[in-house]
């Protein structure tokens, strides 16, 4: 994630939405009836006449479910490794930012959030990497099954994703200039690891140092490795993280 002050103020998780992924097909399902010979497809759809009466009904009738079903349900990803740099370069900022570990086996991850309106809600589960896509054949199969949610292409399987459905009901809204995001709070004793990104600044890093102190974290520096292209981890040290200005003879 990228760095922010806020976080440590108040430990919230910001959490995705329909719409907000970076892959255009997370979470949009295909339709099968799209996928099928111009033959069978007019077989296909004379089968179900209440859903597909004429394009405009079918359309209408799965913007309404998907909607609804969207707008219920948020999303936090996670992933089961830290030292991917494809991943720093993507979502931390450039390597500006951090990546932060957290117990999988506190009661957040294990249905503190559950709900009995759609399947899968609250319970930390692994993505499934698939070389087809899911596809529904009638709209209202987009109301409560919401297990084609873990499935993405294998493209990204190098990300080893984990991801959690939350209800929205229990979202709380922050304020972030210049826009407002939704997360959920976590209880700071279930963060285990906080590995600081090799482009961060040092005010930064030392922020981050004095805001956990209390806490039992485990503060780690990543450093590009000196002859690979990986980056080493290592225990932070607050006393040698010092800016230091070096005089090259420019005034010469």
């Known amino acids: 994630m990228p760095f922010r002050e806020s976080y440590f103020n108040n ?4 959490i995705s939405r329909y719409g907000e992924f970076n892959d255009p097909f997370d979470l949009v ?11 069978e497809a007019e077989e296909f759809y004379d089968m ?13 009738t799965y913007l309404d479910i998907e909607a609804g079903a969207r707008a219920s349900l948020a999303i936090l990803c996670f992933s089961e490794i830290f030292e991917n740099i494809l991943m720093w370069s993507h979502y931390a ?3 500006t930012g951090l990546c932060i570990g957290y117990d ?3 009661d957040f991850f294990n249905s503190m959030y559950g709900c009995n309106y759609s399947m899968n809600v609250g319970e930390l589960k692994p993505v499934v990497y698939t070389e087809e896509r899911p596809q529904f054949i009638l709209p209202s199969d987009l109301v409560n099954n919401t297990n084609d949610w873990f499935k993405k292409s294998i493209d990204w399987s190098y990300e080893k994703e984990h991801r959690i459905l939350l209800p929205m009901g229990n979202a709380t809204e922050i304020a972030l200039e210049p826009e407002t995001i939704w997360g959920y709070k976590i209880d700071p004793v279930n ?12 005010e930064h890093k030392q922020y981050i140092h004095k805001k956990i102190a209390s806490y ?13 292209y990986k980056l080493k981890f290592q225990s932070y040290d607050a006393n040698s993280d010092v800016n230091i200005v070096y005089n090259l003879g420019m005034d010469v």
Request: net charge negative.
């Open 216 to 228: 039992d974290i485990e503060l780690i520096d990543a450093k590009p490795h000196p002859s690979c």
């Open 11 to 14: 430990f919230m998780l910001k």
């Open 29 to 39: 399902l295909g339709e099968y009836g799209m996928s099928l010979p111009e033959s």
């Open 104 to 106: 999988a086996e506190c």
């Open 48 to 60: 179900m006449p209440e859903y597909y009466k004429t394009l405009d009904y079918y359309s209408e």
């Open 191 to 202: 963060i285990k690891k906080i590995i600081m990104g090799c482009r961060m600044k040092s």
């Open 93 to 95: 900022d450039n390597h």
